[in-house]
């Protein structure tokens, strides 16, 4: 048995329902020997026991918490514990594919990278070339405009269909990717010390990135590995109470505002509207639920223009009741 290269550290993103797909999924599909490492923020009860029984059959290593945490906060609890030249940092709802992890340890040998990201798609379907693409990589530099800085960011290839794509896709180096799913050299790890748990919500990938080129280290895009964002619909009733603490009106504006300090943004800077706007729409995901049973009982509901009217009231009045303070300055 060959000693592991890599660490895989799962952590809570914005639900726990799909923890235990994700999790035999990372099983399944790792080629590789790994150790990991799984945090548990205060999981429920049948997600708490499910991990305790795993974690024992599997013997990962477990930490959990009776509160919930912000993934920044439970990056770092796993810190003390990496002693492998590679760590995969992923999310408790992220969908691997075959051969993923040893594509990223494999692109990170080969070009001496710092960090790796693989494609990230969107959606749940197995049919990969279906899937549309979350980010391939991306852009992130400051800009100035008179005398104001601002942050501009681009992800490439985002909302087009792989099949569309796929041979554009190429093993390059990037300035942007997601936590998703990211592999980082540990001795890097070790530079950049904890993770900014002051970024509950926001920005936690931009701040991430733009430390590691400050020292000078590379990131890289590894399209021959795959993971899916699998989107949060629908969730469960035990979700919701992180979901909204996870993306509420508090942890997204002092998120924002923590960066642009940190990082001497404008305050009037696009980064922070565009990210803000962002947080408020995704932060509608489960409501759509409930909208979209409501529009499907309705008699009238083949009407186009009346359909789409009431969407668009019922958008509105949802967004009063759970976006708060939208317009005040962030």
């Not at 993923?100 to 692109?107: A, G, R, S």
């Not at 109470?241 to 696009?270: I, M, T």
Request: charged share 20%.
């Amino acid at each position: 048995m060959l000693e592991p290269l890599v660490t895989i550290v799962v952590v809570p993103r914005e639900r726990f329902s799909y923890t235990q797909f994700s999790l035999e999924g990372i099983y399944a599909h790792s080629d590789i020997p790994f150790k990991l490492i799984y945090i548990d923020g205060n999981s429920p009860q049948p997600i708490k026991r499910y991990l305790e029984a795993q974690s024992f059959a599997k013997a990962f290593h477990l930490i959990r918490t009776e509160n919930y945490l912000s993934p920044n906060q439970a990056r770092n609890l796993a810190l003390p514990y990496i002693d492998t030249k590679y760590v995969v940092f992923i999310d408790n709802d992220v969908q691997v594919t075959s051969g993923w992890l040893n594509k990223l340890v494999e692109c990170a040998d080969e070009t001496n990278a710092s960090v790796v990201g693989p494609l990230y798609l969107d959606g749940v379907s197995t049919n990969l070339e279906t899937q549309n693409i979350h980010m391939a990589g991306g852009f992130c530099e400051f800009q100035e405009q008179e005398g104001k800085l601002d942050l501009r960011e681009h992800r490439y290839f985002a909302k087009n269909q792989l099949s569309a794509v796929k041979s554009q896709l190429l093993r390059e180096a990037t300035q942007l990717i997601e936590f998703h799913c990211v592999l980082v050299r540990t001795t890097i790890l070790k530079q950049l010390g904890d993770f900014d748990e002051k970024l509950m919500s926001l920005a936690e990938e931009s701040d991430f990135c733009l430390t590691v080129r400050t020292l000078g280290e590379t990131i890289y895009l590894e399209p021959a590995s795959t993971v899916i964002y699998v989107l949060p619909v629908p969730l469960k009733l035990y979700d919701l109470p992180y979901f909204c603490l996870r993306w509420s009106d508090a942890w997204n504006k002092a998120s924002l505002n923590h960066f642009q300090q940190k990082w001497g943004l404008a305050e009037d800077a696009k980064f922070m509207t565009i990210g803000y706007k962002w947080a408020n729409r995704h932060r509608l995901v489960p409501l759509q639920q409930i909208q979209d049973v409501l529009l499907n009982i309705l008699p009238w509901k083949f009407n186009s223009k009346i359909y789409l009217n009431f969407r668009a009231f019922m958008e509105g009045i949802l967004t009063q009741l759970f976006v708060k303070d939208k317009h005040q300055k962030i």
